[in-house]
Every structure is written in C-alpha cells, then in structure tokens.
T-cell receptor, first 112, second 111 residues
C-alpha cells in the first residue's frame, strides 16, 4: 500500500544532543509537511516542501531544520533539543489540488 | 492565532447514540473542511470532508454539516460504536494555503 512512513516511532534524545527524524513516502506527492503536536494541542505546522522549495513557518524556531534530498524522503533535524521540544512529530504529504493530507504514524520524541 | 477551534476537549457517548463533534473557525477564506480521526500511537487518518459550496456531506454513519454564516461545522456519528473512540481533529484550508487544525476532541463511546 502507498503510504507515509516515519522512523523511528519513539525517539529518546539527550538535552542538547542533535536528533534527526525521518519520513518517507511512496505516494509520489509533491508536498511534504512536518507538524509538531503537543498533548491536547492542535498539530502545529513547522515547515513544508513543495518539491524542493522549502517554506518555513514564521514562528518555527531556528533550532528546527529540514532536508528533502529527493521526492520520497524528508528529514527533520533538531539541532539542540530542549525539554520543550518533547512532542509527537507528524509527517504528512499532499499533492496539488488535493486538499487531503496523508499522515505518517508520527515519531514521539522524548528529551531527557 | 488559532483559526480553527474545537472547544470540547472530550465527549462521552453511549453506544448506539449520536455523537456530535463541533468545530468553529475564524478565517472566512477557508473553503474546504476535513475531519481526521486519530488512534493512540498512530497518525491522523482522513475521515470525511466538505467543500464550502455544500452544507452537508454524508458517508455511511458519518455526516458533516457546514454553517458558513456561523463559521461552524459539526461531525455527526450515528450510531456511535466503541471502535469510534478516538481523537477527532477538525481541519480547514484556504486556496493555496496550508491546512490548519483544531486541538482535537477525544470521543469515548461506552458499550
């Protein structure tokens, strides 16, 4: 089945230690998104790629970076994780003209 | 700036009864609305959607109603089943803009 896959499902990292979360898709969608979701809050868009064009939300901290080496893969890099960065990170994809998003299962990040 | 609001964090319903989940929005440019369902430890999955040119869309036990003048939409589940227990996110998008989500409502359907 075509899908969006996020690895790992659970990630524990040390305070200040760089961490990378990965997302891959087999849908060949142009657009890939990274959302941060904290408990009982709406998923918050961090940034998205339209093909290779990177779009950063104005309030996304500089601590968060992203890479999209090809259509299938997108990475979220957190350069110096703080305790406040502990959250569920969701990757989603969409294609132009299609309002619906397809989500991965998410990566739950714990910062210790 | 929370453009999509789900004011009820939780809802509990008896099996077989109707579940009504509500959502309000503030951006009049939104023209497409979606509901996503999320089980624990999984990503949100698409449930049902509605375009702003409609006021109702039905898919089996799920119906979404849109009241544009009130900037309000609701999701009705009839009859509710225990397997419907999940967090439901309302989402909205405007042309050429990204989707905005509500904070979710946790639905519990009791047997």
């Amino acid at each position: 089945d075509a899908m969006v896959i996020q690895n790992p499902r659970y990630q524990v990292t040390q305070f200040g230690k760089p961490v990378t979360l990965s997302c891959s898709q087999t849908l060949n969608h142009n657009v890939m998104y990274w959302y941060q979701q904290k408990s009982s809050q709406a998923p918050k868009l961090l940034f998205h790629y339209y093909d290779k064009d990177f779009n950063n939300e104005a309030d996304t901290p500089d601590n968060f970076q992203s890479r999209r080496p090809n259509t299938s893969f997108c990475f979220l890099d957190i350069r110096s994780p703080g305790l406040g960065d502990a959250a569920m990170y969701l990757c989603a994809t969409s294609s132009p003209g299609n309002y619906g998003y397809t989500f991965g299962s998410g990566t739950r990040l714990t910062v210790v | 700036d929370q453009q999509v609001k789900q004011n009820s964090p939780s809802l509990s319903v008896q099996e077989g009864r109707i579940s009504i989940l509500n959502c309000d929005y503030t951006n009049s440019m939104f023209d497409y609305f979606l509901w996503y369902k999320k089980y624990p430890a999984e990503g949100p999955t698409f449930l049902i959607s509605i375009s702003s040119i409609k006021d109702k869309n039905e898919d089996g036990r799920f119906t979404v109603f849109l009241n544009k003048s009130a900037k309000h939409l609701s999701l009705h589940i009839v009859p509710s089943q225990p397997g419907d227990s999940a967090v439901y996110f309302c989402a909205a998008s405007a042309p050429d803009n990204d989707m905005r989500f509500g904070a979710g409502t946790r639905l519990t359907v009791k047997p």
